[in-house]
């Protein structure tokens, strides 16, 4: 299939915490796992480092104007509408989200995520394998 939207590789600044940056590089494991692993109900996005070819918006539309999971809806949307289009993750795409310091603040946000994707109807949370599965990987990438 053809990419339809790249996902980028999440940096924090180099003075977080050594957890917030072990998060970090699990975050970038899973998105890489996800995008490369596992069918699309697992998929998500995040728009705050994401790609979309203009042409996704015309032919399946906009965001949803959501507070939230947006992106992950648009990815969805995009699967169901057009399935040879699959999202993929770009390593060498990279944005610093200077907003997070610590683990527990983004352990915050990321249980806020978790929440407001439930309300996409098609999305799945990673089960246990799948996150033994994103461990192994990182543990891959690591070495």
């Known amino acids: 299939p053809s990419i339809g939207i790249l996902l980028g590789h999440i940096r924090y600044p180099g003075r977080a915490s050594p957890a917030m940056r072990l998060l970090g590089a699990y975050e970038n494991a899973k998105t890489e796992y996800v995008m490369n692993h596992c069918p699309p109900a697992f998929h998500y996005g995040y ?8 042409s996704i918006f015309t032919e399946v539309g906009l965001f949803e104007e959501w507070q939230r999971a947006a992106d992950s809806e648009l990815i969805h949307r995009l699967a169901s ?3 040879e289009l699959r999202p993929a993750f770009q390593r060498s795409m990279r944005v610093t989200h200077m907003e997070f310091l610590h683990a527990r603040d983004r352990a ?3 249980r806020l995520y978790t929440r407001t994707n439930a309300r996409i109807e098609t999305f799945r949370e990673l089960g246990l394998g ?10 891959r990438l690591e070495s």
């Open 47 to 54: 728009a705050n480092n994401m790609a979309v070819r203009a």
């Open 81 to 83: 509408r057009r399935p």
């Open 130 to 139: 799948q996150r033994l599965g994103t461990l192994l990987h990182l543990l």
């Open 108 to 110: 915050r946000r990321l």
